[in-house]
């Protein structure tokens, strides 16, 4: 199996923004490890057993659900303890694991901008696979530049999910999905662009990257907090409107 190529990542601090919300936060990240590559059908097929039709291409038309669990077999694999348990479809986060593990919001987009402070960490030609590339499909990893922290196509090719929840209030379990994909236009391609869906959605330009850490809060870690959750998720409001679900 091509083993899980990580990017040790200092520690610092991310501006978060919401623009639907309209609020920002800043969050101080711990030194963490995030994949330099997204998850390839390759690596995927190897820990789950299963087929794989492109090695290369990252896997993609993968549930939020199905990224965590493969979190815990990639960690089971490679003798780690898993960083997630499971009560029916109730995931917890064990923070204190160092297993493999879907990226917090926070770390995902502190990774992602390696020190920039615009909407993208270079020339989206050069970085990104987008809709004006005009391709049909997700492309082989590694096939445009990388960032400052070694990581290739976090922006284009596939979003990415994360493990935070989108936006409690309004979309009960929606998770959020990160970075942009194959057939978005630059706008959608951005680093503080937020999407999400339900844990059981799959769609066609969605994957994942690992990320590795364990932290010593037991409900919170790396700008997540199972008790800002549940806040939110109390603070009830009216849906937006025009924000819908992409193809789920």
């Not at 669990?69 to 780690?80: D, K, P, Y």
């Not at 919170?220 to 409001?237: F, L, T, Y």
Request: glycine residues 10%.
């Amino acid at each position: 199996m091509s083993d899980f190529e990580m990017a040790r990542i200092p520690a610092g601090s991310v501006l978060l923004k919401d623009a639907r919300r309209k609020i920002q936060r800043t969050v101080q990240l711990e030194p963490f490890e995030i994949g330099m590559y997204a998850v390839t059908q390759e690596q995927m097929a190897e820990v789950l057993g299963i087929a794989s039709r492109h090695p290369r291409r990252p896997a993609a038309d993968v549930s939020w659900l199905r990224a965590i669990r493969f979190c815990n077999a990639a960690s089971e694999w490679e003798g780690l303890d898993s960083a997630y348990t499971f009560d029916g479809e109730e995931v917890t986060w064990h923070v204190d694991s160092d297993g493999y593990r879907l990226p917090t919001e926070a770390e995902w987009e502190y990774a992602c901008r390696a020190g920039s402070s615009g909407p993208h960490y270079g020339l989206l030609a050069d970085i990104a696979w987008t809709s004006a590339d005009g391709v049909p499909h997700p492309q082989h990893v590694g096939g445009k530049m990388p960032n400052l922290n070694g990581l290739f196509d976090t922006l284009g090719n596939v979003w990415e999910w994360c493990w935070d929840l989108l936006d409690p209030a309004r979309y009960d379990d929606y998770r959020v999905f990160r970075g942009g994909g194959y057939a978005d236009d630059a706008w959608n391609v951005r680093a503080s662009v937020r999407r999400g869906g339900a844990p059981r959605m799959h769609h066609e330009d969605v994957g994942m990257r690992l990320a590795r850490g364990g932290f010593d809060s037991t409900n919170s870690a790396q700008g997540w907090s199972a008790a800002v959750d549940r806040e939110r998720a109390a603070a009830s409001g009216p849906l937006p409107m025009g924000w819908t679900p992409r193809r789920g």
